[in-house]
């Protein structure tokens, strides 16, 4: 669900600094929001701080938002530490794969292009037109 920024109620949290959340704005300015934030029912913020407050600075206005009802404070705390101790970075071994994989896709070899061009050549050829 999308719910305004400005209705998000924000309580003590365990993590008390949002630092480093240039590289999340700069992300989310590209590919927008991934993960929703979560609220309980009364709009009180349970994971999410850091995108809640990328998209504060960037001027959102609206966010999406996973709401959790019927929660108490214990269910709530503990969501917030779930979510930020349940998540595994890449190995240094899957980065670099990864890496390696977007720089061929983004830099295709001269026969996977020449295949490219040959395959919409003939889509073009046999589409239907209109």
Same mark, same amino acid.
């Given at each position: 669900?999308?719910?305004?920024?400005?209705?998000?109620? *924000?309580?003590?949290?365990?993590? &008390?600094?949002?630092?480093?959340?240039?590289?999340? =704005?700069?992300?989310?300015?590209?590919?927008?929001?991934?993960?929703?934030?979560?609220?309980?029912?009364?709009?009180?913020? *349970?994971?999410? &701080?850091?995108? %809640?407050?990328?998209?504060?600075?960037?001027?959102?206005?609206?966010?999406?938002?996973?709401?959790?009802?019927?929660?108490?404070?214990?269910?709530?705390?503990?969501?917030?530490?779930?979510?930020?101790?349940?998540?595994?970075?890449?190995?240094?071994?899957?980065? =670099?794969?990864?890496?390696?994989?977007?720089?061929?896709?983004?830099?295709?070899? %001269?026969?996977?292009?020449?295949?490219?061009?040959?395959?919409?050549? %003939?889509?073009?050829?046999?589409?239907? &037109?209109?």
């Amino acid at each position: 669900m999308q719910i305004a920024l400005e209705d998000i109620k *924000i309580r003590r949290r365990v993590r &008390r600094k949002t630092e480093d959340i240039e590289a999340l =704005m700069d992300s989310m300015k590209r590919y927008g929001l991934l993960n929703p934030i979560t609220i309980n029912s009364k709009n009180v913020l *349970i994971a999410g &701080r850091r995108r %809640f407050e990328a998209a504060r600075r960037l001027g959102w206005r609206m966010i999406n938002a996973v709401v959790v009802e019927d929660t108490d404070k214990v269910t709530e705390l503990e969501l917030e530490i779930e979510e930020n101790t349940q998540r595994s970075d890449f190995t240094d071994k899957e980065l =670099m794969e990864a890496y390696a994989r977007l720089e061929r896709l983004r830099n295709p070899n %001269f026969l996977v292009r020449l295949w490219r061009a040959i395959v919409a050549f %003939f889509k073009r050829l046999f589409s239907p &037109r209109y």
